[in-house]
C-alpha cells in the first residue's frame, strides 16, 4: 500500500507569491490533516478534514485555506506569502479521524520563502 | 486547552544502554497519548500509543512506554539503544476532537556508538 504522498519535496517562493501544497493520502483514509514545523514553534496544526469538510482548525491567518477533493486528496494554499512562512509542511491521514487512531505522515514539503 | 511538554531538547546515551526520553501532558478528560519519531528529512512515523489498560505500552522498534496518571507522564523507554535510533521524538496528544493532535516541542536523541 502506498503511503501518504506529497508533492512537491521543496518550494521556493518570493514574498507575496502565493503557493499550494498538495497531499495524497493513504488508500481508504477519508481523514487529511497538516501541520506546520519549523525549528522555533515544533509542529502546529493548520485544520483537518474529512470527508471534503473541514473539521477543525488552528490558529493561522485566513492566508492559510485548504481543501479535499472526493478522492480525498488535500490541497492546501497560501497565499501573499511572507518570510515566516518557511517551514517544513506535513500532512497526515487516518482511517477516519477518531481519537484512538494514529497519524501516517507524508515526508513533507519543505518551503522557502525569500 | 490540552498540552504536551518535552522538558529535554537532547539526550544523550551511548549505544547499549538504556534510553529515556520524557514527556508529561495536560488534559481534561482521559488522555490519548503517542508517540511518533522523524528521521531527518522524513516524515513522522508511529512508534506507539497509550489509549486504555495496561500502563506499560510496547509499540515499535523495541520502544516501550509508561503511562502513569498521578504523574501525568508518559514517558519512552528502551531497554537497549541502538546508534540508529538516533533522532527526533515527539509526544503527542490527540484532542477529544478527534481531528487535531498537539504535539510537545521534540526531543532530539542522540546514541554514540
Known amino acids: 500500500k502506498a503511503g501518504v504522498t506529497q508533492t512537491p519535496r521543496y518550494l521556493i517562493k518570493t514574498r507575496g507569491q502565493q503557493v499550494t501544497l498538495s497531499c495524497s493520502p493513504i488508500s481508504g483514509h477519508r481523514s487529511v490533516s497538516w501541520y506546520q514545523q519549523t525549528p522555533g514553534q515544533g509542529l502546529q496544526f493548520l485544520f483537518e478534514?474529512?470527508?471534503?469538510?473541514?473539521?477543525n482548525k488552528g490558529n493561522f491567518p485566513g492566508r492559510f485555506s485548504g481543501r479535499q477533493f472526493s478522492n480525498s486528496r488535500s490541497e492546501m494554499n497560501v497565499s501573499t506569502l511572507e518570510l515566516g512562512d518557511s517551514a517544513l509542511y506535513l500532512c497526515?491521514?487516518?482511517?477516519?479521524?477518531?481519537?484512538?487512531?494514529?497519524?501516517?505522515f507524508g515526508s513533507g514539503t519543505q518551503l522557502s520563502v525569500l | 486547552a490540552q498540552s504536551v511538554a518535552q522538558p529535554e531538547d537532547q539526550v544523550n546515551v551511548a549505544e547499549g544502554n538504556p534510553l529515556t526520553v520524557k514527556c508529561t501532558y495536560s488534559v481534561s478528560g482521559n488522555p490519548y497519548l503517542f508517540w511518533y519519531v522523524q528521521y531527518p528529512n522524513r516524515g513522522l512515523q508511529f512508534l506507539l500509543k497509550y489509549i486504555t489498560g495496561d500502563n506499560l505500552v510496547k509499540g515499535s522498534y523495541g520502544f516501550e512506554a509508561e503511562f502513569n496518571k498521578s504523574q501525568t507522564s508518559f514517558h519512552l523507554k528502551k531497554p537497549s539503544a541502538l546508534v540508529s535510533d538516533s533522532a527526533l521524538y515527539f509526544c503527542?496528544?490527540?484532542?477529544?476532537?478527534?481531528?487535531?493532535?498537539?504535539f510537545g516541542d521534540g526531543t532530539t536523541l542522540t546514541v554514540k556508538p
Open positions: 503527542a496528544v490527540r484532542d477529544a476532537n478527534a481531528g487535531k493532535s498537539t
Open positions: 478534514y474529512f470527508s471534503e469538510t473541514q473539521r
Open positions: 497526515a491521514s487516518s482511517l477516519a479521524g477518531v481519537i484512538n487512531e494514529k497519524l501516517f
